[in-house]
Every structure is written in structure tokens, then in C-alpha cells.
């Protein structure tokens, strides 16, 4: 590959860096399946780069070639530096790893999780204590460093998966759905965790499904069927979306928007917390119409207003102009 060609980018505050990922045409097939199709992109050091996608939209596989532990079909890749598909072992002991499913093992406790993913890393001696203690403090588990690991509540099993997955101090952090499962406060301490870690130059590269996560990268990459549909900074990809919305409080935003679907001059209707988002082709001839097409069907509504789009509005619209997602 290439790779010298662009060895730059300029990211959110004007700053130049080097180039801690490259992407070109990157592709996986399992069979006639193609789960990865062409996908290309660059990452800056020191940035939060997000994949936002629903299930089975290739997030997973993708951040698998990456990390080196799954060869791409086609396509090229350089990761830290190393080629992905020639330098994987390189690549493992340059990076760190996080997957949605936690890799601590319970029998343990969070003292001896540590020291074997030190041995793993090959990281022992003096470093060793310095790094433990870092993580311990870092998740905030210097009180519980015997207690067994599978007595700890997730939020704390996903400080100390990501305290171990940085134990070597690599320069790039995949992070795959790390936070699956955990409640808003313990995903707000993560996240907050990870940006002391990009604070000290460390690049992050992470998955995820939930829209407020999206918002806290610097850029994203909107992935469905194999493929990135969308990649921009997040307030840019809001920017992006032409159409106007007009949130309906209703009494039944699940009926409402099923009856909503396929109508004249609605684009797209979908849910949004207890409202409905209404994605229209005009707004005046929408305001008239929707209290009187939902109240015959049994619908009531209350106030209806314009909002600017969301990430989620935003992604929900590009999804369906590609097809929708993956069924199942």
C-alpha cells in the first residue's frame, strides 16, 4: 500500500498529525456473504474516531482486521504503521483491544486480572507496579484489588477491561461495543476515562450503537451493510441532512409512526424517546395534515414543532436511503 501518499491529517482543532490508520478499499467476504465492502478511511493520532451502525452492518469485522486478528479479502490497511495483512503480530503488541464481550476472567481477582495481562504484554518488574497501581486508581478499584472479578458490578468490570486493555500503554485503543449493556452514569465515567486517554495522545477507535456516544467522537463513520455510508465530524453530518423535521407529541408515538409510513410528503417517521420525529417534504402542508390523518385513526397529538436533526434523525434517514439495515 501506498501509505506514504497521505501520511498527514488535519483534524478538530487545526492541528496537522500523523496518520495512526489508513484504510483503502478494505474488504471481507465469508463465501458469497460480504461482510466488509470496500471500506476507506483515515484516523489521526490522538483522535476519537466512532463507527456508529446497527447489527450486522460490519463494525465488528472491520476493528477484527484491524487489530490483525482477521485477514482482509481485498483491499489494504496500515495500522500504527504496520500492514495488516502482512504484519498482524506487529500489530497486536501496538494496540489495544476491547471487545463488546469483556475478556476479564472471573475466578480472578482484579489484582491477578492485572498481572496476567501483564504477562501477556510482556510488561513485569517495576513497570508492572507502576502500571497496576495506575489502573487500579484509574478505575477506581484500589479498595477491591482482592476482590474476585466476577463479584464486581459491570460498570467496574468495564473500568478494569479497559485499565487492562492500556496496561502496555499502546498508541491506539480499539474499543468494540465496549460499553453493551452498561447504564447511562457508568457509560458517562467510561467515557470519560477515555478522553484522559487521548489527552495523552493515545488514538481511540470504537464501535458503538448509541447515539450519544456518536456525539462524543471527533469524527464518525455511519456504517451499514459493509459499508460507510457517511463519514464527518458529528455536528457536520447534522449539517448534512436537507430535509426538515417537526417533533409531534402524541399519545402513541408507536402507532403513530407505523401509520405514518409510505404517506404523501412524509419522508420517514420514527420514534424519539416519548415523541415522534417526523422527517417531511413540506412543513406547512405537514402541520396540517398530521392532527388530522393520526386523530382518524385514534391518534391524539399535542404540540407539533420543528427541531434540528439528530445524530439519530440523521442516521435513520441515510439507513433507509441505503436500503434499511441488515433484518435479523
Given at each position: 500500500?501506498?501509505?506514504?501518499?497521505?501520511?498527514?491529517?488535519t483534524i478538530?482543532?487545526g492541528?496537522t498529525r500523523r496518520l495512526?490508520?489508513?484504510?483503502?478499499?478494505?474488504?471481507?467476504?465469508f463465501g458469497?456473504?460480504?461482510?466488509?465492502?470496500?471500506?476507506s478511511?483515515?484516523?489521526?493520532?490522538?483522535?476519537?474516531f466512532?463507527?456508529?451502525g446497527?447489527n450486522?452492518?460490519?463494525?465488528?469485522t472491520t476493528i477484527?482486521m484491524l487489530?490483525g486478528l482477521?485477514?482482509?479479502t481485498?483491499?489494504?490497511?496500515?495500522?500504527?504503521g504496520?500492514?495488516v495483512?502482512?504484519e498482524s503480530?506487529?500489530?497486536?503488541?501496538s494496540?489495544?483491544?476491547?471487545?463488546?464481550?469483556?475478556?476479564?476472567?472471573g475466578?480472578?481477582?482484579?489484582e491477578?486480572?492485572?498481572?496476567f495481562y501483564?504477562g501477556?504484554?510482556s510488561?513485569?518488574?517495576d513497570r508492572?507496579a507502576r502500571?497496576r497501581d495506575?489502573v487500579l486508581?484509574m478505575a477506581?478499584?484500589?479498595d477491591?484489588?482482592?476482590?474476585?472479578?466476577?463479584?464486581?458490578p459491570?460498570?467496574?468490570?468495564?473500568?478494569?477491561?479497559?485499565?487492562c486493555?492500556v496496561?502496555?500503554?499502546?498508541?491506539i485503543l480499539?474499543?468494540?461495543?465496549?460499553?453493551s449493556g452498561?447504564?447511562?452514569?457508568?457509560?458517562?465515567a467510561?467515557?470519560e476515562?477515555?478522553?484522559?486517554l487521548t489527552a495523552?495522545?493515545?488514538?481511540v477507535?470504537?464501535?458503538?450503537h448509541y447515539?450519544?456516544?456518536?456525539?462524543y467522537c471527533?469524527?464518525l463513520?455511519?456504517?451499514n451493510r459493509?459499508?460507510?455510508?457517511a463519514?464527518?465530524r458529528?455536528?457536520?453530518?447534522?449539517?448534512?441532512m436537507?430535509e426538515?423535521?417537526?417533533?409531534?407529541e402524541t399519545?402513541?408515538?408507536?402507532?403513530a409512526?407505523?401509520?405514518l409510513?409510505?404517506q404523501?410528503?412524509i419522508v420517514?417517521?420514527?420514534?424519539f424517546?416519548?415523541?415522534?420525529?417526523?422527517v417531511v417534504?413540506?412543513?406547512?402542508r405537514?402541520?396540517?395534515f398530521?392532527?388530522?390523518f393520526?386523530a382518524?385513526r385514534g391518534?391524539?397529538?399535542?404540540a407539533?414543532?420543528?427541531?434540528?436533526?439528530?445524530l439519530?434523525?440523521?442516521?435513520?434517514?441515510?439507513v433507509?436511503?441505503e436500503?434499511g439495515a441488515v433484518a435479523?
Amino acid at each position: 500500500m501506498t501509505a506514504r501518499a497521505q501520511d498527514h491529517a488535519t483534524i478538530r482543532d487545526g492541528t496537522t498529525r500523523r496518520l495512526a490508520v489508513e484504510v483503502r478499499e478494505l474488504t471481507r467476504r465469508f463465501g458469497d456473504f460480504t461482510a466488509v465492502d470496500r471500506v476507506s478511511f483515515t484516523v489521526a493520532e490522538g483522535e476519537i474516531f466512532g463507527f456508529l451502525g446497527p447489527n450486522g452492518a460490519g463494525k465488528t469485522t472491520t476493528i477484527k482486521m484491524l487489530t490483525g486478528l482477521l485477514a482482509p479479502t481485498a483491499g489494504d490497511g496500515r495500522v500504527a504503521g504496520f500492514d495488516v495483512r502482512t504484519e498482524s503480530e506487529e500489530i497486536k503488541r501496538s494496540i489495544g483491544y476491547m471487545s463488546q464481550l469483556f475478556s476479564l476472567y472471573g475466578d480472578l481477582t482484579v489484582e491477578e486480572n492485572i498481572a496476567f495481562y501483564g504477562g501477556l504484554y510482556s510488561v513485569a518488574g517495576d513497570r508492572l507496579a507502576r502500571r497496576r497501581d495506575w489502573v487500579l486508581a484509574m478505575a477506581g478499584l484500589g479498595d477491591h484489588r482482592r476482590q474476585l472479578t466476577a463479584q464486581l458490578p459491570l460498570g467496574w468490570k468495564q473500568r478494569l477491561a479497559l485499565g487492562c486493555a492500556v496496561l502496555h500503554e499502546p498508541q491506539i485503543l480499539f474499543l468494540d461495543e465496549p460499553t453493551s449493556g452498561v447504564d447511562p452514569v457508568s457509560r458517562r465515567a467510561f467515557w470519560e476515562l477515555i478522553y484522559q486517554l487521548t489527552a495523552g495522545g493515545t488514538t481511540v477507535f470504537v464501535s458503538t450503537h448509541y447515539m450519544e456516544e456518536a456525539e462524543y467522537c471527533d469524527r464518525l463513520a455511519l456504517m451499514n451493510r459493509g459499508r460507510i455510508i457517511a463519514l464527518d465530524r458529528p455536528a457536520d453530518l447534522r449539517a448534512q441532512m436537507a430535509e426538515p423535521i417537526l417533533e409531534v407529541e402524541t399519545d402513541d408515538a408507536s402507532a403513530a409512526s407505523q401509520a405514518l409510513q409510505h404517506q404523501p410528503g412524509i419522508v420517514e417517521a420514527a420514534m424519539f424517546g416519548r415523541a415522534l420525529h417526523v422527517v417531511v417534504e413540506d412543513i406547512a402542508r405537514a402541520r396540517a395534515f398530521l392532527p388530522a390523518f393520526l386523530a382518524e385513526r385514534g391518534i391524539a397529538t399535542g404540540a407539533i414543532h420543528e427541531v434540528p436533526p439528530s445524530l439519530e434523525d440523521v442516521f435513520v434517514s441515510l439507513v433507509r436511503r441505503e436500503g434499511g439495515a441488515v433484518a435479523g
